[in-house]
């Protein structure tokens, strides 16, 4: 067997287990022998976005494989993001709904900083990351008094700023040095 071979069978069959284990829960599912996957269900988001990393890593270098680090990242932190919500009753799901694009703005940035560098991926993050800041900002803070607070300062400010001066004026040159040291 050659060596690229043997690295694909170390995926084909890390990613098989992963296959077989799910199947075997859902059956058990069924069966009513696991009444309630509820809490470790979430782990089915997390070991295949784990292996997603796994895989990135141990084909680094190879072009284009930065991507695997997408859909790993979204996996495990959506299921990590579950089991917190689980372990909470979703206590607090509506005033986390800014963390489904963070994860995926955290995503992009993860293809970033551990793949090639690519300023492609920093828009989408960047853009995904301003979004949920303005619906964090927007959902836990009463904008009701804020904005309008605001509105008032902004057109303070624009009554009390001092007029820039004309920009056109010429400087003065300065005098010659060498008539002051013949003197």
């Known amino acids: 067997m050659t060596e690229d071979n043997k690295k694909g069978y170390g995926a084909r069959t890390f990613w098989g287990i992963v296959i077989i284990l ?3 829960v859902f059956l058990l599912h069924k ?3 696991i009444v309630d996957i509820g809490f470790f269900g ?3 988001l997390i070991v295949p976005g784990i292996g997603l990393w796994f895989l990135f890593f141990s084909r680094r270098g190879r072009r284009g494989i930065e991507g695997l680090l997408i859909p790993g990242t979204i996996l495990t932190l ?3 993001f579950f089991m917190y919500q689980e372990i909470n009753d979703w206590e ?3 005033e986390t709904s800014f963390i489904y694009i963070i994860i995926v703005a955290l995503s992009f940035f993860s293809a970033h900083i551990f793949g090639n560098r690519s300023r492609g991926f920093l828009v989408p993050a960047w853009i995904l990351t301003i979004v949920s800041l303005i619906i ?3 959902t836990t803070i009463k ?3 804020i904005w309008p607070a605001v509105v008032i300062v902004l057109g303070l400010w624009l009554l009390v700023k001092p007029k820039r001066k004309n ?3 010429v400087e003065e040159q300065p005098e010659n040095k060498e008539d002051d040291q013949g003197a």
């Open 167 to 169: 920009q056109n004026i």
């Open 143 to 145: 904008w009701d008094f």
């Open 136 to 138: 964090l900002f927007t």
């Open 92 to 94: 607090y799901s509506g």
């Open 31 to 33: 069966m009513d022998v």
């Open 42 to 44: 979430y782990l089915f």
């Open 22 to 24: 799910i199947g075997v």
């Open 78 to 80: 959506l299921g990590a």
